[in-house]
């Protein structure tokens, strides 16, 4: 499932060299690394780890330490046309750093790029700690939480405008019917109308004689039309207000009931939050602090073990005479470097494993309170996003408040030139009655007539028009439609891939840590070994007042007997080389699952020395076909084993 490093390393320089000073149990050093295997080759005491830990603090890890006699050390990397500088000073009892590493965030590379002895992804898997937690630490979980909530808002809107297209969808077919009744209607009164004017011609009148008062008459009756024709312009809009009056107020309704269900926020509560975010932040910094110089104190001591002479003065000489007259030849002891006096490396092994399990009770520590702060930003923006939207529905309802109130205004104006229109109107019918007497009657019938059917006429055609305007206007809309349709489709592919992500990332740690498993185990030869891999389960647990699902790794190891028979066994029944081996891949697995070569190109491995010869060179020859750079710690005999034409440094 994954890339080859060919495939992964086009842009990348070709070679790297590294500058070293007082760093772990180095005084000067510089060394230079080309594509591919680099292979540290040398007897225990030879500074291999100091290096790796100088190649940690190029690139930007705290988990490095300080040559014993000095006070600062610095550390340079020459990378592409890059330079990368970083300088360590001792204060107070810690390791300050300042400069400027190649990576600005170490974490993820300290979990699944620098693979000395003590780091976690290896260990996890010896301690039976919690797999995904650890696969899953770099993920912002929190934050995408609050993008899927951003695309739920988004969703929402646009279900809102789809369900208001959908709406104005089904007004088309009865606006189409009524607009085909009024055009039937507008056909008769143009047959109508065309017979009254017909009749009024024919009408047998001495029209010279009359011309003077038909002409008033003909003047009053079109006044009296224009006006009507204006009444009844009035009141279609005193209706249509009214109606938009009436929309408004249903949309208020449901805007305050939006509003009721929810909250501006209690000032108190948010400041309380707040304050337990710091609080939680500045725990989670002191103990971050507190890990890292258990790293270095557990470091140190691994390298007074494994190199004891690298941490003593730099012409290894006391006032009682020279390192080797002071190390026993079988190694039981170790000569101190604060005090000189010799210390039983029992002992020191002992106080190792204490400083293991504190280290490993402050990182359970530290989860926690991960836990919780992710909890309290959840609960923060949870709030605030209730907050945000809040004042959104409050503006909403103070500004369709405004808009009622402005169309009320507006029927007050319009009742009022209403009522102007009608008492016109009255007055136009009086004169006209006046003109009427009983020898003009006929005509003036005719002439009434003519008149309504033209004004019946207008107002038709007026009302046909604005019908095909308003569908127009809809057609116009419902051509949206298939947008706002393709977006929302778009809206919810993000929205699921950003719920599948956190699955897919697990479901693909799992499966790239089986496959690499399976492959390792068939080419390293377990033959008793019938597989390892994680079992990826999940459980219903609560979460506050509601009950989630939460997926787990479970470590399986499948065993057979000299009959055949297969066994479910456990991990701590796995030799030392099988759980090493099983540690290194959970750890590759990291590393490819969350493209970790994109972020840094280095892999370190070191204290490999529970795994064979053989198994080394075909573990070495695995991972490389991964990394760009692969830099391993291996004793000379190791090293001789390794195919290929690496490179190999041994003079440190």
């Not at 780091?119 to 650890?134: H, I, T």
């Amino acid at each position: 499932m994954a890339s080859s490093v060919d495939e992964k390393t086009h842009d990348i320089p070709k070679e790297a060299t590294l500058s070293v000073s007082n760093i772990g149990g180095i005084d000067e050093a510089e060394v230079s690394f080309q594509e591919g295997v680099t292979i540290l080759s040398g007897r225990n005491a030879t500074n291999r780890t100091s290096l790796l830990q100088a190649i940690m603090a190029a690139l930007g890890s705290d988990r490095v330490s300080l040559k014993a006699d000095a006070d600062d050390g610095s550390v340079t990397l020459e990378f592409g046309n890059e330079i990368y500088r970083r300088r360590l000073e001792r204060r107070a009892g810690a390791i300050a750093t300042e400069g400027d590493p190649y990576l600005a965030d170490p974490e993820i590379a300290d979990l699944f790029a620098f693979l000395l002895e003590s780091n976690e992804a290896r260990q996890a898997v010896a301690r039976g700690d919690d797999l995904r937690e650890l696969i899953m630490r770099p993920i912002d979980t929190a934050a995408i939480k609050a993008e899927i909530e951003q695309y739920e808002q988004r969703k929402r809107e646009l279900d809102e405008r789809l369900e208001r297209l959908e709406t104005l969808d089904q007004r088309l077919p009865d606006l189409e019917a009524k607009r085909t009744r009024i055009t039937n209607e507008i056909e008769t009164l143009r047959d109508e109308l065309e017979t009254a004017r017909a009749e009024l011609e024919e009408t047998n009148v001495d029209v010279e004689q009359r011309r003077e008062k038909q002409s008033t008459l003909e003047t009053k009756l079109g006044e009296l039309r224009d006006t009507q024709s204006e009444l009844e312009r009035v009141r279609d809009r005193i209706e249509t207000e009214r109606e938009s009056i009436e929309a408004l107020e249903e949309e208020r309704d449901e805007i305050e009931d939006r509003l009721e269900s929810l909250s501006a926020g209690d000032e108190t509560e948010i400041s309380r939050i707040e304050a337990e975010i710091e609080t939680l932040q500045a725990e989670k910094a002191d103990l971050s602090e507190e890990i890292s110089q258990l790293q270095s104190t557990i470091q140190f001591n691994e390298q007074l073990l494994d190199e004891p002479d690298s941490v003593l003065a730099d012409d290894g000489q006391t006032d009682d005479g020279p390192v080797t007259d002071r190390l026993l030849a079988d190694a039981e002891t170790v000569t101190c470097w604060t005090c000189g006096s010799s210390v039983a490396r029992e002992q020191i092994e002992t106080t190792l494993e204490q400083l293991r399990t504190v280290r490993q009770e402050r990182l359970e520590e530290r989860s926690e309170i991960s836990a919780d702060l992710e909890d309290r930003r959840e609960t923060r923006s949870a709030i605030n996003e209730n907050r945000a939207e809040y004042r959104q529905t409050r503006q909403r309802l103070e500004s369709t408040t405004d808009e009622i109130e402005r169309r009320s205004d507006r029927i007050e104006d319009l009742t009022d030139e209403r009522e102007s229109l009608t008492d016109k109107i009255d007055e136009l019918e009086t004169d006209i009655d006046e003109l009427e007497t009983e020898e003009y009657s006929g005509i003036l019938d005719q002439h009434k007539e003519v008149n309504q059917l033209e004004f019946e006429l207008e107002r038709k055609e007026r009302e046909r028009d604005e019908i095909e305007d308003e569908i127009a206007t809809i057609e116009e809309r419902l051509g949206e439609r298939e947008k706002l349709k393709a977006r929302r489709e778009d809206v919810t592919d993000e929205q699921t891939d950003l719920r599948m992500r956190i699955g897919q990332i697990e479901a693909d740690a799992v499966e790239a840590f089986n496959e690499h498993m399976e492959n390792l185990r068939e080419s390293l030869g377990y033959d008793n070994l019938d597989r390892i891999w994680i079992d990826q389960t999940s459980r219903e647990v609560r979460d506050g007042r509601q009950k989630v699902s939460k997926s787990s790794f479970d470590l399986k190891v499948v065993r057979s007997t000299d009959e055949g028979a297969a066994y479910e066994d456990t991990i701590d029944h796995l030799s030392e080389s099988e759980r090493e081996v099983t540690g290194l891949v959970f750890a590759l697995a990291g590393y490819l699952v969350h493209d970790v070569y994109e972020t840094v190109p280095f892999m370190l491995l070191d204290s490999l020395e529970a795994i064979d010869s053989k198994r080394i060179a075909a573990l070495v020859e695995y991972f490389e076909t991964h990394v760009p750079y692969l830099v391993v710690a291996l004793l000379d005999e190791d090293a001789q084993a390794i195919n290929g034409d690496p490179g190999i440094i041994t003079d440190i």
